[in-house]
């Protein structure tokens, strides 16, 4: 979904300027050729930014323009996530294009799920299964040996940027790249997303991927399908005591987002698999109560929806997921008209229409009968001392999710 990046500066900077006019520019062109021309003047004004490490002008750009254009706001942030994971670097006087790639991995477990090093081995044996089921003849790869959360994933545009511009050199240079600096922890959660990333380059004009060299799109669900059979054993080794479930290696952000959307239903059921267990219940004993969040009260937009869990006949918060939303996604008046009708277990995948609808139907589907929306939209309120979301209790006040303290002995650790 879109986010302002909530800058405090009201005057744009010369630099900021220059990139809100570019992306306009774009945005009113009325030709291909005219929108190349100001393509072409925006990615140079952007390697200059980012290769400067001048994120706040690059933020400054977008928040100026998700107020006031957002056609061009999409045209700058499109603009900007290309610039940041991708590159053009020279080696023995061949000019190549690099890709950052990130490799997706949905885990989910009852006890923690891994991430950090990974053996030279383990890096030299998935490299050779991205080149057989997915990268094309004359592609060259730098992966980084290390399993990232994504907390532990580059903050900015132009850490992005810089990380691509070292990968690419590795991946010419055939050398193997050094892990990053120390990683901070991460927190633990039942079900959760794990990324490998890399660096694809290829001679300028030449495939990064198999079905780019063989012009065949459909190509794509052949090398996914591949990729799962023959990579998996290797990545579960990494993910002990884990579920898991390998999306398509491809560009940074869209790996990153797709991932993001995908992680979604598998955290509602951990979820419900891990208290019913840890509770001794039923998912009928489970009560879900949903509230929509945003970060403009005055607004209309939901940004995400969080659900807290009870015990039927507790009002106490025991735990709670947070179900972000992104892209076109928002809820309309049919979702609030037809809450109610939801609750029945008739409701079909196909009849799905927006977020809250799939949310309730994931509960059923769990067994979790009793499911109360709070029509409302709430502030996006974090817990003062953990920093933890506070999630929505029957009474519509906003509260901690904390296990009893008997379970809370037992391992769970995840709130």
């Known amino acids: 979904m879109r986010r302002s990046s909530k800058s405090s500066h009201n005057r744009l900077s010369a630099d900021s300027q220059r990139l809100v006019t570019a992306a306009q520019g774009m945005v009113q062109s009325a030709s291909r050729l005219e929108e190349r021309l100001w393509e072409h003047v925006l990615d140079t004004l952007l390697h200059k930014t980012l290769k400067g490490n001048h994120q706040d002008t690059v933020d400054s750009a977008l928040d100026h323009l998700f107020r006031s254009d957002l056609a061009?706001?999409?045209?700058?942030?499109?603009?900007?996530?290309?610039?940041?994971?991708?590159?053009?670097?020279?080696?023995?006087g061949v000019q190549y294009h690099a890709l950052l790639i990130a490799v997706p991995i949905?885990?989910?477990?009852?006890?923690?799920?891994?991430?950090?090093?990974?053996?030279?081995?383990?890096?030299?044996?998935?490299?050779?299964?991205?080149h057989g089921h997915l990268l094309a003849p004359d592609a060259r790869l730098a992966l980084l040996p290390n399993l990232y959360a994504i907390d532990q994933l580059p903050r900015s545009h132009a850490e992005t940027f810089s990380l691509v511009q070292r990968l690419a050199q590795a991946a010419v240079k055939g050398t193997a790249p050094r892990a990053t600096g120390n990683a901070p922890e991460t927190a633990p959660f039942l079900a959760d997303t794990r990324y490998l990333l890399a660096a694809v380059a290829a001679p300028a004009g030449k495939a990064l991927f198999a079905w780019q060299a063989d012009l065949n799109p459909a190509g794509r669900e052949h090398a996914l399908e591949r990729w799962r059979k023959q990579a998996a054993p290797n990545i579960a080794s990494l993910?002990?005591?884990?579920?898991?479930?390998?999306?398509?290696?491809?560009?940074?952000?869209?790996?990153?987002?797709?991932?993001?959307?995908?992680?979604r239903p598998i955290s509602i059921r951990a979820a419900v698999h891990y208290l019913t267990n840890a509770l001794g219940v039923d998912p009928t004993g489970l009560r879900a109560i949903v509230g929509g969040f945003t970060e403009d009260p005055s607004g209309e937009r939901i940004d995400e929806y969080r659900i807290g869990f009870t015990l039927r006949q507790n009002p106490e918060v025991v735990y709670g997921v947070v179900w972000?939303?992104?892209?076109?996604?928002?809820?309309?008046?049919?979702?609030?008209?037809?809450?109610?009708?939801?609750?029945?277990?008739?409701?079909?995948?196909?009849?799905?229409r927006t977020p809250v609808e799939e949310i309730t139907a994931l509960l059923r589907a769990c067994g979790v009968t009793h499911i109360k929306r709070h029509p409302e939209h709430f502030p996006m309120e974090?817990?003062?001392?953990?920093?933890?979301?506070?999630?929505p209790d029957a009474d519509a006040d906003l509260v901690h999710a904390e296990m009893p303290e008997d379970v809370a002995s037992n391992g769970g650790h995840f709130h």
């Open 72 to 92: 061009a706001y999409d045209a700058l942030m499109e603009a900007v996530e290309a610039g940041s994971e991708s590159c053009s670097v020279e080696h023995d």
């Open 106 to 130: 949905l885990a989910w477990t009852r006890f923690s799920i891994g991430s950090g090093s990974i053996s030279e081995d383990m890096c030299t044996t998935l490299g050779a299964h991205l």
């Open 239 to 263: 993910l002990p005591g884990c579920g898991v479930e390998l999306l398509m290696p491809e560009a940074y952000y869209v790996a990153c987002r797709e991932a993001d959307r995908q992680i």
């Open 324 to 352: 972000p939303l992104y892209g076109q996604e928002d809820d309309d008046e049919v979702a609030e008209n037809s809450f109610e009708g939801l609750t029945s277990p008739e409701v079909l995948d196909s009849d799905l």
């Open 382 to 391: 974090f817990c003062d001392d953990c920093g933890a979301p506070l999630y």
